[in-house]
């Protein structure tokens, strides 16, 4: 038996959290540690969650849902980099739009 270290253990909160917030978490693949991901649609926006590792290669990204092109802004509203636990807790400020 092993226990989990107190990072983890945060991370997996944090996700539960995300879960009741909205977010559906899928593997991209079939093995146990593939990468995750989560989405999120809400009103005009589509929030991504990619944690590829636990310290590294994790990003979330806001995009709208229309690909209408709208003069001086793009279709990313915000975008996270960094680890796990750095993206997981900054998506959770992100406010779901009616």
Do not use: Q, Y
Not at 1 to 20: N, Q
Not at 34 to 58: E, K, Y
Not at 65 to 75: A, F
Request: net charge negative; hydrophobic share 40%.
């Amino acid at each position: 038996m092993e226990t989990d270290s107190p990072d983890l253990v945060t991370a997996k909160r944090l996700l539960d959290d995300l879960k009741l917030c909205g977010f559906a978490f899928r593997r991209v693949a079939s093995v146990e540690d593939a990468p995750l991901v989560g989405n999120r649609v809400s009103g005009h926006w589509m929030d991504t969650i990619h944690l590829d590792g636990f310290s590294r290669d994790c990003a979330a990204w806001r995009t709208r849902t229309s690909t209408l092109i709208i003069p001086g802004r793009g279709l990313v509203d915000r975008r996270v980099e960094g680890s796990a636990l750095t993206v997981l807790t900054d998506v959770l400020t992100w406010e779901p739009t009616p």
